[in-house]
């Protein structure tokens, strides 16, 4: 072997900018193994071609593809690249990360209104109206408050659920009372983000439910008891039409995690506000 026509792995990492101990691991996983290995001192030698194959090995290190599909961009043992290929499979997963990231930046931005909205109604004493934007929400029945342990056993059970489903919950979770003629219905709720249901074939939708935007009233309270909604709002349970109330822990700008501001919502007789299941 005329090693004079080879690079040796110290001066492919030079021509490359790879460090030494990268090219010995893309050699171990099988993707660029040496054009030729001295028998007797076992170093590694490579071709001039093979800077090219290193190139779209960092390419795919740049767009985050698994190194582990290198091989589906090559053919002839790695004496071809396809680079429409190799291109393709970058762009689609730069898309997934935008999208990924705007999912991202709209939850914070809705977390954001949260918190000022939170802002403001810790300030008050009386109750305001506020947009309660649309959600989806995943609910099991509970009767009790948010001081006992069944509730904090029954939230993190809607959690599992969640993560077993590939669901992502949002910042939205607390206590549901759904109040139709003299039913009245109460639940743990925690809502999903924006990206949805990720897999409607493997999922069960029983208590997971589409609420509509509307307007609520909102109230501080630092007694929370969601069963009291009728002392809190006597005036809209005097009238009669289907009520959701929901009562979570306020956010505002600094929350106390010892002793929390809670806030009771109720949507108003004009909104079409009641949820459908999924």
Not at 97 to 107: H, P
Request: with cysteine; charged share 25%.
């Amino acid at each position: 072997m005329d090693k004079t026509k080879l690079l040796s792995i110290g001066t492919l990492s030079k021509f490359t900018g790879v460090h030494i101990k990268s090219l010995r691991y893309y050699d171990e996983i099988g993707i660029l193994p040496p054009a030729y290995v001295d028998p007797n001192t076992g170093y590694r030698y490579y071709s001039f071609s093979q800077v090219r194959v290193v190139d779209a090995i960092q390419l795919c290190v740049e767009l985050d593809i698994p190194l582990k599909q290198f091989p589906e961009f090559t053919g002839s043992q790695y004496q071809q690249i396809y680079y429409t290929r190799l291109l393709a499979k970058g762009t689609q997963l730069a898309r997934e990360k935008i999208r990924s990231i705007q999912e991202r930046l709209d939850f914070l931005q809705a977390m954001e209104q949260e918190v000022l909205r939170g802002r403001g109604l810790q300030k008050e004493t009386d109750t305001r109206i506020s947009l309660f934007p649309q959600k989806l929400c995943l609910t099991i029945p509970y009767e009790g408050t948010h001081s006992t342990p069944q509730y904090y056993k029954g939230l993190h059970q809607i959690f599992t659920l969640m993560e077993q489903k590939g669901l992502s919950p949002g910042y939205d979770w607390g206590l549901l009372l759904l109040c139709q003629k003299e039913e009245r219905r109460q639940y743990i709720f925690l809502s999903v983000e924006a990206d949805g249901r990720r897999d409607d074939a493997a999922w069960d939708s029983q208590g997971l439910l589409a609420f509509p935007s509307a307007q609520y009233r909102f109230l501080r309270t630092e007694e929370p008891d969601i069963a009291k909604a009728p002392v809190f709002f006597p005036d809209l349970f005097a009238q009669e039409y289907d009520k959701v109330v929901m009562e979570v822990e306020s956010l505002s700008d600094v929350s106390s995690t010892s002793v929390p501001v809670f806030e009771m919502r109720c949507s108003l007789p004009d909104e079409k506000a009641f949820p459908q299941r999924v």
